[in-house]
C-alpha cells in the first residue's frame, strides 16, 4: 500500500492507494451508521466488498449513472434517504463510484445537519487522480457546472486500481486527461515519464498505474495544503477547464465526457499560450500527441464556433471584478492565471 | 451605536447595533455585485435604505414570506437568479428580513460557487438576537426542520432597532422567547433585568431593547467563539428546541410561529428539569410566568400528545449514538445538555 497524506491541520488526511481496498480505521470501520452512496454500474461490481470494510452493516442508496445526475434533484434525494432511515450526525457517507458520485456524496455531507463525515472510495482513474482529493464538492446546474458546492475534506481516500479493470476504456482515457494536466501545469519530468510509460500505461500495468496515480494525488495534495480554498495557486489545477466546462456544458453534461472535455480545453489553453508567444508550435504539437496517445479528443466539436463558449466562460467560477481568467501555460510544466484575456483575443485566435 | 464582535480568528466580524442601519466599511458598500434577499413583507419597507448603503445599485430577489418557505425550492430559486444575473464569486449577499431569510441567504452564501460573501440585515427581534449571529444556515426538509444547511459566517451584522417598530406584536413576542432563553440558560441576573424592565420591553423603549439586544448577542457572541461548530457549550442555545422543532413540525411550519414552540419547548424542559428534582415547582412557575408576561403561550397544542414529538426528536441533531440529548436546567441561569432522557421518562412526565 501507498499512502499521501493531504496536510490540512485538524482536517487533515490520508490517501491509501492499493491493489485492493485498503483496511479502515476503527473510527471508521466501527461506525454505527454508513450509507453507502453508489450507482448501478458500479453497485454490482464493489458494494459486498465495501459494505465488509465496516462492522456494522451499511445502508445504501444508488443514483442513476453519470454527469446528468450530478444535480440538486439527486442531492434532495439522498438528503430525504437519509432522513426518512432517521441517520443522526454520527452517520459515515461513503462515496462509491467516479467524480458524480463523489462530487454528489461531499456535497450531502457537507450540508447534512451542517456536516458528517465521509470517505471517498473513487472508481474511475479521473476521481483517484482528482475530484477525490482535496475536497472540492459540488452539483450543477443548467447555466454551470459545479455552481453549487462547499469546499469539504473527506475522512480518508481509499484507492484501489483493481477497479480500473473493469472501467470502459473510454472512461480510462478520460482520467489520462488529468493526469496529462497534472504534467503540463506544474512537472515537466513527469510529462517524460508518462511519455516513456505510455505503453505500460495503456496495458494498465498495476504498479505503473499505483506509482502514477501516486504522483498525482501527492501533486494535488501539495497544492491544496498550500491553498485550500483556491485563493490562489489551486486556480492552476482549472487548466483546460475553462474552455472544457463549456464544451461540456454546451454539448449536453454527459454526452462529452468531464476529461475529453478537459483534453480539448488544454488544447485551447496551449493554442492560447503559444498565440502570446509563450509556447512554441511545437510545444502545441506535443500537447496534443501526449493526449491523442492515450486516445482523448484534440479539437473542438464541430457544432462549436467561440461565441458558444462566451455565455459560459463569464459565469466560470474564476471571474474576478468583471474579468475572465484563464488558466494558461507560460512553458511546459509551468502553468500560470492570466487575467487580461479579452474576448477580442479569443476571437482572433479561435474565431 | 453599540457593537458586538464575534471573535472567530479570520472569519472574526462585527454586529453593529443602533436606532437605524449603520453604514457598512468601504469593502462592503463598494462591492461591484450586490444581491439582497427579502421577502415581500420587509422589502417595501427597507430594501430603498438598505440599497443607499452601496455605491453601486443592487440588484434584489423576494422569496414568500414564512417558514413555509425555507426550502430547498427556494434555495434553488435564488441559485439560479444569481446565476442568471451572471454574478461572480465577487458577489456580495444581503439577507434583509428575520430568520428565515438570513437562514436561507446564509445557505445561498455558503453553497454558491462554493461560498461567496453575504451580510446579514435582521428585521425581527428573533433574528436580531439570535439566528442572524453565529454563521448557522439552513433550510427545512419535510422530515426535519433545519436539517439541510452549513455553518457560515457572515461579514457583518446591521441590527437597526427602528425595523421592531413595523414588526406585528406577535413576531415580537416570539422574538422574546428567545431573549428569555438567554437568561434561562446561562444569566440568572438577567432575568432579573428582563423582569424589572418588562413593561419598558413591551412598550418598546428604544433604549432599552438596544441594551437588551446588545446583551443577548454578546452572550451568543461569546459562547458562538468557544464553540463555533457546537461540539459541546453551543448545544446549550437550543434549550427549548428539542420540543419546540416538534411542535412546529407537527403543527405544520409557520402556523406556530418558532419563538412560540420554543417557548412550548422551554416550559416543557422546565418540568422535566422539576421532574428530575433541579428546578422546583415554584421555578417552573415563574418560567411560565415571565412568558407569559411577553404574551408567549406556555401550553403543549390540544392536538399534539407526547407520542407525537417523538419521530422529530429522533431525528434531532443532537441525538449521538442513537440516543436523544436534551438541554434541561440545572437551575434557573444554569443550563446542561442531558443525555440519559427515555422514552419511558418522557412519558411519565408528559404521558
Chains 1, 2 share one sequence.
Not at 444535480?71 to 462509491?96: G, K, P, Q, W
Not at 479528443?297 to 464556433?305: E, G, I, S, T, W
Request: proline share 4%; glycine share 8%; aromatic share 8%.
Amino acid at each position: 500500500m501507498q499512502r499521501v497524506e493531504v496536510q490540512l491541520g485538524q482536517r487533515s488526511y490520508p490517501i491509501d492507494i492499493d491493489t485492493g481496498f485498503a483496511a479502515l480505521p476503527a473510527s471508521l470501520a466501527s461506525a454505527r451508521q454508513v450509507v453507502i452512496i453508489s450507482n448501478p454500474t458500479v453497485a454490482p461490481l464493489y458494494l459486498d466488498q465495501v459494505s465488509a470494510l465496516f462492522s456494522a452493516p451499511p445502508l445504501h442508496i444508488l443514483i442513476n449513472d453519470g454527469e446528468a445526475f450530478k444535480t440538486l434533484a439527486s442531492f434532495e434525494t439522498i438528503l430525504s434517504f437519509l432522513l426518512e432511515n432517521s441517520m443522526s450526525r454520527d452517520v459515515v457517507l461513503v462515496a462509491l463510484g467516479g467524480g458524480v458520485i463523489g462530487d454528489l456524496t461531499g456535497f450531502v455531507a457537507a450540508c447534512y445537519q451542517r456536516g458528517v463525515r465521509f470517505l471517498q472510495i473513487p472508481t474511475t482513474l479521473l476521481s483517484q487522480v482528482d475530484s477525490s482529493v482535496g475536497g472540492k464538492t459540488a452539483v450543477n446546474h443548467p447555466l454551470g457546472k459545479n455552481m453549487i458546492g462547499a469546499f469539504k475534506q473527506p475522512e480518508q481516500v481509499i484507492i484501489s486500481t483493481a477497479t480500473l479493470t473493469t472501467l470502459p476504456s473510454r472512461e480510462f482515457a478520460a482520467g489520462m486527461a488529468e493526469v496529462v494536466k497534472y504534467a503540463l501545469l506544474g512537472d515537466a519530468a513527469f510529462l517524460d515519464w508518462l511519455l516513456k510509460h505510455s505503453e505500460q500505461i495503456c496495458q494498465q500495468q498495476p504498479e505503473t498505474l499505483a506509482q502514477m496515480i501516486r504522483h498525482c494525488c501527492q501533486m494535488k495534495a501539495d497544492i491544496v495544503s498550500r491553498d485550500e480554498t483556491e485563493q490562489g495557486e489551486r486556480a492552476l489545477l482549472n487548466l483546460g477547464h475553462t474552455f472544457g466546462h463549456a464544451i461540456e456544458a454546451f454539448m449536453g453534461y454527459g454526452n462529452w465526457l468531464h476529461g475529453e472535455a478537459v483534453a480539448v480545453g488544454m488544447v485551447m489553453a496551449a493554442e492560447l499560450s503559444a498565440h502570446r508567444g509563450w509556447l512554441s508550435k511545437q510545444d502545441v504539437a506535443s500537447v496534443r500527441r501526449i493526449l491523442q496517445s492515450f486516445g482523448l479528443p484534440v479539437a473542438v466539436p464541430d457544432q462549436m464556433q467561440i461565441a458558444n463558449f462566451m455565455p459560459f466562460m463569464k459565469t466560470d467560477k474564476k471571474v474576478k471584478d468583471g474579468q475572465m481568467r484563464f488558466v494558461l501555460l507560460s512553458a511546459i510544466g509551468q502553468a500560470s492565471l492570466v487575467a487580461d484575456v479579452t474576448e477580442a483575443e479569443l476571437l482572433q485566435v479561435f474565431g
